[in-house]
């Protein structure tokens, strides 16, 4: 006797739990593949799946078994020219299973490593695994785009096809009750008058007022039934109401110095961190608009391809950038209503007597209004004015502000971390 | 007689067809003992899942299991391997996978390879009867299950993970290879749980060891000199049992691991045997099919050539030589049997006086019923097998700077290659030979174990360090290992390492 079943439309996904778990133990592997592959993939495939190499060692699950040396005994197969007592040789690699399980891998290609893939989300949990937002205070805002609709109880104007017909069906129950509820009453009355008569003896005054009485009832019968059943002023509708649904939502302001000094490779360091600055603010708000601006003695807001690819020259007035982000601000984005997160990336050259002026608008005018503020400074040189400025800044608000030094592609993971790693607040 | 189907695509209706008509000749014309069969189609996915829990359709959580499908599932992917075309359980009734992607070709293949080749072995195997129960397992495992993921929820996954690691790592010293077990219902293994976790509470409450006179019970007895009595076997027993600061779970834990083991221990004695058992039974029933008309000559060159990708054996020189093909011995072996049954020569006369000549049916029945790997082939292979796959033997002695070829497919070699192979499936051989000789429970609640050396094998350092931990993990005193080869210890670990001796002069 034989079942078969059909178990295609079951669950295909009973590893998953096997799989994060396989995945949490060798967390620190995977980060360190992430890591790697932050620094080493271009911009544009950053949001993309990894392929995950592990060291075979590291993942081995041991059992006992025997080594290498001592005496055995192997049969094989395929015998073509060797005779009883041949000697050769013993072949490199040991010659044969030595272990009785384990892979003894004798495919010769060797697994010394155990790849597999992390598909993007994985890749990106990973990539801003610990790190979170510094003040999230406005975090969820009144949005004005998104709305939901919410039961707003009953009402008497409305469309046919929101009509409630339990609502108006008892509504027209109470008018019809309230309207016909005296002249009932009559009826009442009447009919127990007709009664009592009839058992009185027969006599023409009586059969007079009988005759009156029926005629009364049914009048008053017959104006009861004219109240209609149904009537418009019964009907009740349903009511929606339109709601606002909050949307966590940021704007991003990234300012990049482009004067003379800045070269292509600078640039590149800068576009990293600005880009995983956005991928992060992407996991942390429904709503991200980026807002680019670059400088060198004047300020301008450019589109993201001319931001990052055109090419300008001139001298650096670095508060020209911060006085535009002001103003744009104050004109787009309501700080009631926005998260506003900037991010400036230059190489720290700026007019030295601009510095302090730098310092003042971001202590004074920008710092009030954003959520943070982090400074990179991609350059392998002694700092100048407007890092030990900056410094200053950091050390009155280090909860909004924050700085750090890139020189290499490799340090910019390393320095976003750092930038934002949790920090044990009370 | 009118062909069951032509074409390759498949349906319900043919799977059941075919099913009838191979069930038919099993039953009737051979006589083959199953269990009733639930065949269950699946998708390539759920394929990967049933891989990566060992074949079973309910298992415990555990990161390996992941790791082996995120593996399976890479390779897969990149095309690197195929899947298996089936998986099939022992239990009662007997599960097999078919995978949707398989043509009708294949899936009634696979039907006579699972569903009537393994499904009679794990009925009709002697170490399958004596050592597992078909009909519990899957309550077992859905039990295991459970108690483990309740394991996790009151003392977190990490504990829970650790625990299983180091069961796992022992999972082979797991198995009771003399002693039989009763078998029990789900009911009763749950009631006895409950108990085993009340006994052991009371055991380890500090009131009743402080004041045992208020036992009358408990008398003070002469202490045995040493602990055990004897050397045991079973690693994970002896902790289960013995161990003496685990929590009640974790001694559970371990037991549901052992369990496991005990249940997978037959399988792994019986790869060639249950694989050359199951291509005999496709490759005789199909072609049985065959005889009768009803399938097609297609159909027939599609299974011809599946069946010889099966058990082809690739000679030692080839580039994807990977030891000897288990289907390719198993299948030809009891054909062998068949022939010297059906077709003695003198050679089978005088090597196999007992069975030449004798029913085929009724001699390969009684050699799937009574042998294991090892005593199959030292029983069975014959010298014209020997002489089919040219095998020949390799000495491989250390003390010499080559190796030998010490025996090949001549009159001289003939039993020499057969005992060496059939030892090649030895377990006992191939896996140290590692008991536990004593724990000092008076002292330092240290645990000795010993390894028996045969032929001078030493055991690999890196692993056994490892595994080490893992016991040390379990038994959370000092754990001592020593390689013994001739009386004399050979070598040392110990966990926690112990620092060098110090030598006094």
Same mark, same amino acid.
């Given at each position: 006797?034989?079942?078969?079943?059909?178990?295609?439309?079951?669950?295909?996904?009973?590893?998953?739990?096997?799989?994060?778990?396989?995945?949490?133990?060798?967390?620190?592997?995977?980060?360190?593949?992430?890591?790697?592959?932050?620094?080493?993939?271009?911009?544009?495939?950053?949001?993309?799946?990894?392929?995950?190499?592990?060291?075979?060692?590291?993942?081995?699950?041991?059992?006992?078994?025997?080594?290498?040396?001592?005496?055995?005994?192997?049969?094989?197969?395929?015998?073509?020219?060797?005779?009883?007592?041949?000697?050769?040789?013993?072949?490199?690699?040991?010659?044969?299973?030595?272990?009785?399980?384990?892979?003894?891998?004798?495919?010769?290609?060797?697994?010394?490593?155990?790849?597999?893939?992390?598909?993007?989300?994985?890749?990106?949990?990973?990539?801003?695994?610990?790190?979170?937002?510094?003040?999230?205070?406005?975090?969820?805002?009144?949005?004005?785009?998104?709305?939901?609709?919410?039961?707003?109880?009953?009402?008497?104007?409305?469309?046919?096809?929101?009509?409630?017909?339990?609502?108006?069906?008892?509504?027209?129950?109470?008018?019809?009750?309230?309207?016909?509820?005296?002249?009932?009453?009559?009826?009442?009355?009447?009919?127990?008058?007709?009664?009592?008569?009839?058992?009185?003896?027969?006599?023409?005054?009586?059969?007079?007022?009988?005759?009156?009485?029926?005629?009364?009832?049914?009048?008053?019968?017959?104006?009861?039934? !004219?109240?209609?059943? +149904?009537?418009? *002023?019964? &009907?009740?509708? $349903?009511?929606?109401?339109? @709601?606002? %649904?909050?949307?966590?939502?940021?704007?991003?302001?990234?300012?990049?110095?482009?004067?003379?000094?800045?070269?292509?490779?600078?640039?590149?360091?800068?576009? !990293?961190?600005?880009? +995983?600055?956005? *991928?992060? &603010?992407?996991? $942390?708000?429904?709503?991200? @608009?980026? %807002?680019?601006?670059?400088?060198?003695?004047?300020?301008?807001?450019?589109?993201?391809?001319?931001?990052?690819?055109?090419?300008?020259?001139?001298?650096?007035?670095?508060?020209?950038? +911060?006085?535009?982000?002001?103003?744009?601000? $104050?004109?787009?984005?309501?700080?009631?209503?926005?998260?506003?997160?900037?991010?400036?990336?230059?190489?720290?050259?700026?007019?030295?007597?601009?510095?302090?002026?730098?310092?003042?608008?971001?202590?004074?005018?920008?710092?009030?209004?954003?959520?943070?503020?982090?400074?990179?400074?991609?350059?392998?040189?002694?700092?100048?004015?407007?890092?030990?400025?900056?410094?200053?800044?950091?050390?009155?608000?280090?909860?909004?502000?924050?700085?750090?030094?890139?020189?290499?592609?490799?340090?910019?993971?390393?320095?976003?971390?750092?930038?934002?790693?949790?920090?044990?607040?009370? | 007689?009118?062909?069951?189907?032509?074409?390759?695509?498949?349906?319900?209706?043919?799977?059941?067809?075919?099913?009838?008509?191979?069930?038919?000749?099993?039953?009737?014309?051979?006589?083959?003992?199953?269990?009733?069969?639930?065949?269950?189609?699946?998708?390539?996915?759920?394929?990967?899942?049933?891989?990566?829990?060992?074949?079973?359709?309910?298992?415990?959580?555990?990161?390996?299991?992941?790791?082996?499908?995120?593996?399976?599932?890479?390779?897969?992917?990149?095309?690197?391997?195929?899947?298996?075309?089936?998986?099939?359980?022992?239990?009662?009734?007997?599960?097999?996978?078919?995978?949707?992607?398989?043509?009708?070709?294949?899936?009634?293949?696979?039907?006579?390879?699972?569903?009537?080749?393994?499904?009679?072995?794990?009925?009709?195997?002697?170490?399958?009867?004596?050592?597992?129960?078909?009909?519990?397992?899957?309550?077992?495992?859905?039990?295991?299950?459970?108690?483990?993921?309740?394991?996790?929820?009151?003392?977190?996954?990490?504990?829970?993970?650790?625990?299983?690691?180091?069961?796992?790592?022992?999972?082979?010293?797991?198995?009771?290879?003399?002693?039989?077990?009763?078998?029990?219902?789900?009911?009763?293994?749950?009631?006895?749980?409950?108990?085993?976790?009340?006994?052991?509470?009371?055991?380890?409450?500090?009131?009743?060891?402080?004041?045992?006179?208020?036992?009358?019970?408990?008398?003070?007895?002469?202490?045995?000199?040493?602990?055990?009595?004897?050397?045991?076997?079973?690693?994970?027993?002896?902790?289960?049992?013995?161990?003496?600061?685990?929590?009640?779970?974790?001694?559970?834990?371990?037991?549901?691991?052992?369990?496991?083991?005990?249940?997978?221990?037959?399988?792994?004695?019986?790869?060639?045997?249950?694989?050359?058992?199951?291509?005999?039974?496709?490759?005789?029933?199909?072609?049985?099919?065959?005889?009768?008309?009803?399938?097609?000559?297609?159909?027939?060159?599609?299974?011809?050539?599946?069946?010889?990708?099966?058990?082809?054996?690739?000679?030692?020189?080839?580039?994807?030589?990977?030891?000897?093909?288990?289907?390719?011995?198993?299948?030809?072996?009891?054909?062998?049997?068949?022939?010297?049954?059906?077709?003695?020569?003198?050679?089978?006369?005088?090597?196999?006086?007992?069975?030449?000549?004798?029913?085929?049916?009724?001699?390969?029945?009684?050699?799937?019923?009574?042998?294991?790997?090892?005593?199959?082939?030292?029983?069975?292979?014959?010298?014209?097998?020997?002489?089919?796959?040219?095998?020949?033997?390799?000495?491989?002695?250390?003390?010499?700077?080559?190796?030998?070829?010490?025996?090949?497919?001549?009159?001289?070699?003939?039993?020499?290659?057969?005992?060496?192979?059939?030892?090649?499936?030895?377990?006992?051989?191939?896996?140290?030979?590692?008991?536990?000789?004593?724990?000092?429970?008076?002292?330092?609640?240290?645990?000795?174990?010993?390894?028996?050396?045969?032929?001078?094998?030493?055991?690999?350092?890196?692993?056994?360090?490892?595994?080490?931990?893992?016991?040390?993990?379990?038994?959370?005193?000092?754990?001592?290992?020593?390689?013994?080869?001739?009386?004399?210890?050979?070598?040392?670990?110990?966990?926690?390492?112990?620092?060098?001796?110090?030598?006094?002069?």
């Amino acid at each position: 006797m034989s079942y078969i079943i059909d178990r295609r439309l079951n669950d295909k996904h009973k590893s998953t739990v096997n799989r994060q778990r396989f995945l949490r133990r060798y967390r620190k592997h995977i980060r360190e593949a992430v890591n790697d592959a932050v620094n080493r993939r271009s911009i544009k495939d950053m949001e993309q799946g990894e392929r995950i190499s592990i060291p075979q060692k590291d993942l081995s699950e041991p059992v006992f078994h025997h080594g290498q040396g001592g005496q055995r005994s192997i049969v094989h197969p395929g015998n073509k020219e060797f005779n009883q007592g041949d000697r050769f040789k013993r072949p490199e690699g040991g010659g044969g299973q030595g272990s009785g399980d384990g892979d003894a891998s004798d495919s010769g290609e060797g697994q010394d490593e155990f790849a597999f893939q992390i598909d993007k989300q994985e890749f990106l949990n990973f990539l801003f695994e610990d790190l979170e937002l510094p003040n999230l205070v406005k975090r969820h805002l009144e949005g004005a785009q998104v709305f939901k609709t919410r039961h707003g109880g009953i009402v008497s104007q409305g469309m046919p096809a929101k009509i409630n017909i339990v609502r108006s069906m008892r509504q027209a129950s109470m008018r019809r009750r309230a309207l016909t509820a005296a002249t009932r009453k009559r009826i009442r009355d009447l009919k127990n008058e007709r009664e009592a008569l009839l058992k009185e003896d027969q006599s023409p005054q009586r059969q007079a007022r009988l005759q009156e009485l029926d005629e009364q009832i049914q009048k008053l019968e017959r104006r009861v039934d !004219r109240i209609p059943y +149904l009537d418009t *002023l019964d &009907l009740r509708f $349903n009511h929606h109401i339109k @709601e606002p %649904v909050p949307v966590s939502r940021a704007v991003m302001f990234c300012i990049m110095d482009v004067s003379g000094s800045m070269n292509q490779n600078m640039k590149d360091l800068a576009k !990293r961190f600005f880009l +995983l600055l956005y *991928l992060f &603010l992407q996991r $942390n708000y429904d709503q991200i @608009e980026v %807002v680019f601006i670059r400088h060198h003695t004047s300020a301008k807001e450019v589109t993201e391809e001319e931001f990052f690819y055109s090419r300008e020259t001139g001298g650096t007035i670095v508060s020209s950038a +911060l006085k535009l982000t002001r103003d744009i601000i $104050n004109e787009r984005y309501p700080v009631d209503q926005w998260n506003i997160y900037a991010a400036q990336a230059s190489d720290g050259d700026n007019w030295n007597d601009d510095s302090p002026a730098c310092a003042k608008l971001i202590e004074e005018e920008l710092l009030p209004k954003l959520q943070y503020f982090s400074y990179v400074e991609v350059m392998p040189r002694a700092h100048q004015a407007l890092w030990d400025q900056y410094e200053t800044i950091m050390a009155r608000h280090p909860a909004a502000f924050s700085m750090a030094q890139i020189d290499e592609p490799g340090e910019i993971y390393p320095v976003f971390r750092q930038l934002f790693k949790k920090r044990m607040e009370s | 007689m009118a062909y069951l189907s032509e074409g390759s695509d498949w349906n319900f209706e043919l799977l059941a067809d075919y099913d009838a008509a191979i069930a038919d000749l099993a039953h009737n014309k051979f006589g083959l003992d199953t269990y009733p069969n639930q065949i269950e189609v699946i998708s390539s996915e759920q394929m990967m899942d049933a891989y990566s829990s060992v074949g079973m359709p309910v298992g415990y959580n555990h990161w390996s299991f992941g790791k082996q499908f995120v593996e399976v599932e890479g390779r897969y992917r990149r095309g690197q391997m195929g899947l298996a075309y089936e998986i099939v359980i022992n239990s009662d009734p007997c599960i097999a996978y078919l995978m949707e992607e398989n043509s009708i070709t294949m899936q009634a293949l696979v039907i006579a390879h699972a569903c009537y080749g393994h499904n009679s072995f794990f009925k009709g195997n002697y170490l399958f009867q004596t050592w597992t129960d078909a009909s519990s397992i899957i309550d077992y495992l859905v039990f295991a299950r459970n108690y483990i993921a309740e394991c996790e929820q009151r003392h977190g996954v990490t504990a829970v993970e650790e625990t299983l690691d180091s069961c796992h790592a022992l999972m082979n010293y797991g198995v009771d290879r003399y002693k039989r077990p009763s078998p029990i219902s789900i009911v009763e293994e749950r009631k006895r749980q409950r108990e085993r976790e009340d006994i052991l509470q009371k055991q380890v409450s500090e009131l009743w060891r402080t004041f045992p006179e208020l036992q009358p019970a408990i008398k003070t007895r002469e202490a045995p000199s040493t602990f055990p009595a004897e050397p045991q076997e079973n690693l994970l027993y002896f902790l289960e049992k013995n161990a003496p600061l685990l929590q009640p779970w974790q001694r559970e834990i371990i037991r549901i691991v052992r369990k496991m083991a005990q249940y997978f221990y037959p399988q792994r004695q019986t790869k060639v045997m249950n694989e050359g058992w199951a291509c005999l039974w496709h490759y005789t029933l199909i072609n049985s099919l065959y005889d009768e008309g009803k399938v097609t000559d297609g159909f027939m060159l599609e299974f011809l050539q599946s069946h010889s990708q099966v058990i082809y054996q690739p000679p030692f020189d080839a580039s994807f030589y990977s030891g000897m093909n288990p289907y390719a011995i198993g299948f030809n072996m009891f054909q062998d049997i068949r022939r010297i049954c059906e077709n003695p020569d003198d050679e089978d006369r005088e090597w196999f006086p007992e069975i030449a000549g004798s029913d085929w049916l009724e001699t390969v029945k009684f050699a799937m019923q009574s042998f294991k790997d090892e005593s199959f082939i030292q029983q069975f292979l014959s010298p014209k097998m020997i002489r089919q796959f040219k095998l020949f033997q390799i000495s491989d002695d250390d003390r010499k700077d080559y190796v030998e070829v010490g025996a090949i497919h001549n009159e001289q070699g003939y039993r020499r290659v057969r005992e060496s192979l059939a030892e090649q499936y030895n377990l006992s051989i191939q896996e140290p030979n590692i008991q536990i000789v004593s724990a000092n429970i008076h002292g330092d609640r240290a645990l000795t174990l010993r390894h028996q050396r045969s032929d001078g094998r030493p055991l690999d350092d890196h692993s056994t360090n490892e595994v080490l931990r893992h016991l040390h993990r379990l038994w959370q005193f000092d754990v001592h290992l020593e390689s013994v080869e001739n009386g004399s210890v050979v070598s040392r670990y110990s966990m926690p390492p112990s620092p060098e001796p110090i030598t006094v002069m």
